[in-house]
Structure formats: C-alpha cells, structure tokens
C-alpha cells in the first residue's frame, strides 16, 4: 500500500505564487510515475502535471510555463506554481501509479492523497 500526503495549499492573490508538496510512504518505487491533478466542484479531475520516473515531465495546456514539476529523491513530489489566476482554483491531488507512463487520466492512477485546496483570489 502507499500512502499520499499532500501540503502547501492556501489563499493566495491573482498573480502570486505557491508551491505543493506531496509525500509517499509504504511500498513505492523508484520506477513510479508521478502526477498532479485538481478539481473543482461539478466538474472531473484534470491532469495538471506529471513526472515519469526517467525525469520526463508533463504539463496540461492550461498551466504550461507556469508551473514546474521536480521531486527530491522518489519520496517527495513538489508543484511550484507562479502567476496564479483565479481559474486555478481547485483542490489540487497527486497521484502515484506502477507505471513507466505519465497518463493523464485519473482512472490510470492507483494511489490518491487526500487533496489540498489552492484558492487564487482576483
């Protein structure tokens, strides 16, 4: 089993910045695939961002340039987000999967942390 644990969320003004963090536990492996994801209310889960286990990254249209995917070591997965807008509003996810590939849909990814909320004010 692995275990997820998502931090760093918060209110933040249009603009500014924040970074994400998520921390693995349990029986993980070097050769995981990484990602990040969010939703808001009503509507699914979307890819935001994602790391193969080679170090290859992936980024959504919608946040691409201005956000950065790195982790420390193969415990720890950060999402470093900067000129935030009030559309980036969501709880933010990551998500962990046995996998040599980075998908972009939620249904490829076994391990789930709780979520955190990022809320950009206008």
């Known amino acids: 089993q692995v275990q997820l644990v998502e931090s760093g969320g918060g209110l933040v003004q249009a603009g500014g910045s924040l970074r994400l963090s998520c921390v693995a536990s349990?029986?993980?492996?070097?050769?995981?695939?990484m990602a990040w994801f969010r939703q808001v209310p009503g509507k699914d889960r979307e890819f935001v961002a994602g790391m193969a286990w080679g170090g290859a990254t992936y980024y959504s249209s919608s946040v691409k340039g201005r956000v950065n995917i790195t982790r420390e070591g193969i415990k720890i997965m950060y999402l470093q987000m900067s000129s935030l807008k009030p559309e980036d509003t969501a709880v933010y996810y990551c998500?962990?999967?046995?996998?040599?590939?980075?998908?972009?849909?939620?249904?490829?990814?076994?391990?789930w942390g709780q979520g955190t909320q990022v809320t950009v004010s206008s």
């Open positions: 349990g029986r993980i492996s070097s050769r995981d695939s």
């Open positions: 998500a962990r999967a046995p996998s040599a590939i980075v998908y972009d849909t939620p249904a490829r990814y076994r391990y």
